[in-house]
C-alpha cells in the first residue's frame, strides 16, 4: 500500500545525521512493521471498511490518476467523484481503503513528495516549489512538509546546497 511506499521514501530519504538518523530510521522500520502487521492482522477496534467492487476500484484509481495529474490545482472533492463516476463517500473509502488514506491525505502526500523531489532537483526556492505543487500559503507549506519530513523545507534546501558544494570542492 501507498502508506508504507511513503514510509519506505522518508526512510530513503532521511535529513539527519548521527544519533538522530539512527532513530528516524529505527523508527521507520517499526513503523513499517506496524503496517505490515495490521494488514496480516486487522484489528477487531479498526473501523471496518467496505468491500469495493472492482468497477469502483478502477473508478478510484482513475480519481488517483487525476489528482496526481495536477497537484498545483487538483479538483474538488465532489467534481472529482462526480468526474469518475463515484459519490464522494464512496470515494473517500475507495481511497482510504486501497491507498490507506483519504483522498485529501493521499493529495497532501503527492504534493509533498513532489516538493522534496523538486527541493532536491535544486532549481527552485521553497516559495516556487510550494506554489507549484498547490500551497498557496508558505507557512502552511513549511509545516506539513516540516511534520512529513522531521526537517524544515528551507533547512532541507540548505543541506542540499552545502553538500553540493562539499561535493564541488572535492572534485
Same mark, same amino acid.
Given at each position: 500500500?501507498?502508506?508504507?511506499?511513503?514510509?519506505?521514501?522518508?526512510?530513503?530519504?532521511? =535529513? !539527519?545525521?548521527?544519533? &538522530?538518523?539512527?532513530? #528516524?530510521?529505527?523508527?521507520?522500520? /517499526?513503523?513499517?512493521?506496524? $503496517?505490515?502487521? %495490521?494488514?496480516?492482522?486487522?484489528?477487531?477496534? %479498526?473501523?471496518?471498511?467496505?468491500? @469495493?467492487?472492482?468497477?469502483?476500484?478502477?473508478?478510484?484509481?482513475? &480519481?488517483? +490518476?487525476?489528482?496526481?495529474?495536477?497537484? +498545483?490545482?487538483? =479538483?474538488?472533492? $465532489?467534481?472529482? &467523484?462526480?468526474?469518475?463516476?463515484?459519490? $464522494?463517500?464512496?470515494?473517500?473509502?475507495? #481511497?482510504?481503503? *486501497?491507498?490507506?488514506?483519504?483522498? #485529501?491525505? !493521499? @493529495?497532501?502526500?503527492?504534493?509533498?513528495?513532489?516538493?522534496?523531489?523538486? /527541493?532536491?532537483?535544486?532549481?527552485?526556492?521553497?516559495?516556487?516549489?510550494?506554489?507549484?505543487?498547490?500551497?498557496?500559503?508558505?507557512?502552511?507549506?513549511?509545516? %506539513? #512538509?516540516?511534520?512529513?519530513?522531521?526537517?524544515?523545507? *528551507?533547512?532541507? @534546501?540548505?543541506?542540499?546546497?552545502?553538500? *553540493?558544494?562539499?561535493? &564541488?570542492?572535492?572534485?
Amino acid at each position: 500500500p501507498r502508506i508504507m511506499d511513503t514510509a519506505v521514501d522518508q526512510l530513503m530519504t532521511c =535529513p !539527519y545525521t548521527g544519533p &538522530a538518523r539512527r532513530l #528516524f530510521i529505527e523508527s521507520k522500520v /517499526i513503523e513499517l512493521i506496524a $503496517h505490515k502487521i %495490521a494488514q496480516i492482522c486487522p484489528s477487531d477496534s %479498526a473501523p471496518h471498511l467496505p468491500d @469495493l467492487h472492482s468497477h469502483d476500484m478502477e473508478r478510484v484509481r482513475h &480519481a488517483r +490518476e487525476i489528482l496526481c495529474s495536477d497537484l +498545483e490545482t487538483p =479538483p474538488k472533492l $465532489h467534481d472529482l &467523484a462526480r468526474c469518475v463516476g463515484i459519490n $464522494h463517500g464512496k470515494l473517500n473509502i475507495g #481511497f482510504r481503503k *486501497m491507498y490507506g488514506t483519504t483522498v #485529501f491525505g !493521499y @493529495l497532501r502526500r503527492m504534493r509533498l513528495l513532489e516538493a522534496k523531489r523538486l /527541493i532536491d532537483q535544486g532549481d527552485m526556492n521553497v516559495t516556487e516549489v510550494a506554489l507549484s505543487v498547490g500551497y498557496n500559503s508558505l507557512p502552511s507549506f513549511s509545516k %506539513a #512538509f516540516t511534520e512529513f519530513y522531521g526537517i524544515p523545507p *528551507m533547512q532541507c @534546501l540548505k543541506k542540499r546546497f552545502w553538500s *553540493m558544494g562539499s561535493k &564541488a570542492m572535492r572534485n
